[in-house]
């Protein structure tokens, strides 16, 4: 059983029951312990969904649902957001995560931390509590995308790669999971201002200190992904330009190199020529051959082709 009751410092009125990769099990525990009902069992249990707030009139239950970051890995090499799930149901919160958003709860086991949560009067305040340190992860992940790309930056006034631009791409992916999910958990923070939840005077503070933070970080992120799209544009304009150079510099050498092939192809032939009739006559056509050349360069680089 992955349902864990979490212990405070001190004693509290409410309780925090904490559940990791809901099983069927914990599920029909759930409905027994706790007579939740089959429609709060399908929400708690979708991997895939989306930040909203949802009231259950007749359990009198509470549903949030917030995106948080996550981290990139070996098989995903982008930022993604997956969902965590608190449910209040009088004074007990329940949290549903899974291994990919256990990083968000591990925190909590911190002793301070858990000093902390323990202040809260009642189950709202500590909900809130759990808003505000899951909104912080958003600012985190931006700062790492942003180290990333200005490393990135920098190899562009020397040389760009495949893989470089590779990583860019991870990026700007990163930054368009990041801002779809803190764009979406706005909209389920501002509905809360008219959800049935009864905020004391502090927990609505707080509130809009989640609003504040959650805002601060979808700036944060519309900026980033500026900067990305120029930092992309300009790296492609680069690419591009170093194409046309080599372009150029292959057609020059191919028109160059035509000349000697054209001289040699022609008094190369087994036929009787005019003006040559000694065996010094190559001397001569490779002089001829050799300025043509040299003449055909000076005018490529007067009319600025290289």
Do not use: C
Not at 66 to 75: A, E, K, M, Q
Not at 219 to 227: K, N, P, T
Not at 240 to 260: A, E, G, Q, R, Y
């Amino acid at each position: 059983m992955l349902i864990r009751q979490q212990n405070f410092p001190v004693e509290t009125k409410y309780k925090w029951y904490d559940i990791s990769n809901l099983s069927e099990q914990d599920s029909n525990k759930l409905q027994d312990d706790f007579k939740f009902t089959p429609d709060i069992i399908s929400y708690i249990s979708d991997r895939h969904e989306r930040p909203h707030y949802d009231y259950d009139l007749h359990t009198h239950s509470h549903l949030l649902v917030y995106d948080v970051p996550i981290w990139p890995t070996n098989s995903i090499k982008h930022f993604a957001s997956h969902p965590i799930t608190f449910l209040v149901v009088g004074e007990n919160i329940f949290t549903f995560h899974t291994e990919s958003t256990s990083y968000v709860f591990d925190e909590f086991n911190d002793v301070q931390i858990r000093e902390r949560l323990s202040r809260a009067n009642d189950v709202t305040e500590l909900l809130i509590a759990f808003l505000l340190y899951s909104s912080q992860y958003f600012q985190r992940a931006v700062t790492q995308l942003d180290a990333e790309r200005d490393s990135l930056d920098q190899k562009l006034s020397d040389d760009i790669d495949n893989k470089d631009l590779v990583e860019l791409s991870n990026i700007e992916k990163s930054l368009v999971y990041l801002s779809s999910s803190i764009q979406t958990d706005l909209i389920m923070l501002h509905s809360l201002d008219h959800s049935k939840l009864e905020f004391t005077k502090t927990a609505r503070e707080r509130l809009d200190d989640v609003l504040i933070e959650s805002n601060q970080s979808a700036e944060m992120i519309q900026i980033s992904q500026q900067v990305t799209k120029t930092l992309s544009a300009t790296s492609n304009n680069m690419m591009n330009n170093n194409l046309n150079d080599t372009m150029k510099f292959l057609t020059v050498w191919s028109l160059v190199l035509t000349i000697p092939t054209i001289m040699t192809g022609f008094y190369g032939m087994n036929v009787s020529l005019p003006m040559f009739h000694n065996p010094f006559d190559w001397v001569v056509v490779t002089i001829v051959t050799i300025a043509l050349m040299i003449w055909l360069i000076v005018l490529m680089r007067k009319h600025h082709f290289f």
